[in-house]
């Protein structure tokens, strides 16, 4: 089973915005708007930060936003915070009620 | 509170058994999609299965179809993985996690499974 494709880091200075793809097939991040992220800091569970490609769960942050075109999802954090440092998965719904998650992305603020 | 607490795992042998359970508060358990994801030592995440609030859908990862259970007792807002024939790429920390529209917006801490000889 893929794994969805994202870069293994990217990095900003505080008050920037960076953006994480998703790139996956038309079974998946194409076929459905069923893409979730989420964050994780080492040794602790992930937290979801968006759910069906767009929307933000109470709680979290309107810096985060999300976004879909064709087979590729994208999580934006815009004004960029020390605290926003952890590793980023998306996740999307797959044919036969399966799902499938990225491969991750180390985001570091410089 | 709203709360998923995770227990069972452990070291196994190769070809062994293990049940991990997962014990829900805070939230309507009965009406809930649940899954498990799992992640193995300094890799991504994985979703495993999950299971419909009556139990009446279940849904797998390929290479766990046919070793794996996932099931649940909605009188005692409980989950449960039965784990057989576990192998070395088994090996990872197992999350319970509630579904909210196609994603997983509450987790537990996690528990290891380590399947070694």
């Known amino acids: 089973q893929s794994a969805l494709t994202q870069p293994p880091s990217v990095s900003g200075s505080p008050g920037q915005s960076v953006t994480i793809s998703c790139t996956g097939t038309s079974s998946d991040v194409g076929g459905y708007n069923r893409v979730s992220w989420y964050q994780q800091f080492p040794g602790t569970a992930p937290k979801l930060i968006i759910y069906e490609v767009t929307n933000r769960p109470s709680g979290v942050p309107d810096r985060f936003s999300g976004s879909k075109s064709g087979n590729t999802a994208s999580l934006t954090i815009s004004g960029l915070q020390a605290e926003d440092e952890a590793v980023y998965y998306c996740s999307s719904y797959r044919s036969y009620s399966t799902y499938v998650s990225g491969t991750g992305t180390m985001v570091t603020v410089l | 509170e709203l709360q998923l607490v995770e227990s069972g795992g452990g070291l196994v042998q190769p070809g062994g058994s293990l049940r991990l359970s997962c014990a829900a508060s805070?939230?309507?358990?009965?009406?809930?999609?649940m899954r498990w994801v799992r992640q193995a030592p300094g890799k991504g995440l994985e979703w495993v299965a999950n299971?419909?609030?009556?139990?009446?859908?279940?849904n797998y990862l390929g290479s766990v179809e046919g070793r794996f259970t996932i099931s649940r007792n909605n009188a005692e807002n409980s989950l449960y993985l039965h784990m057989n024939s576990l192998r070395a790429d088994d090996t990872a920390v197992y999350y319970c996690?509630?579904?909210?529209?196609?994603?997983?917006?509450?987790w537990g801490q996690g528990t290891l499974v380590t399947v070694s000889s």
């Open positions: 805070g939230f309507s358990f009965t009406t809930s999609w």
């Open positions: 299971i419909k609030g009556d139990g009446s859908e279940r």
């Open positions: 996690a509630k579904e909210l529209s196609y994603s997983a917006d509450l």
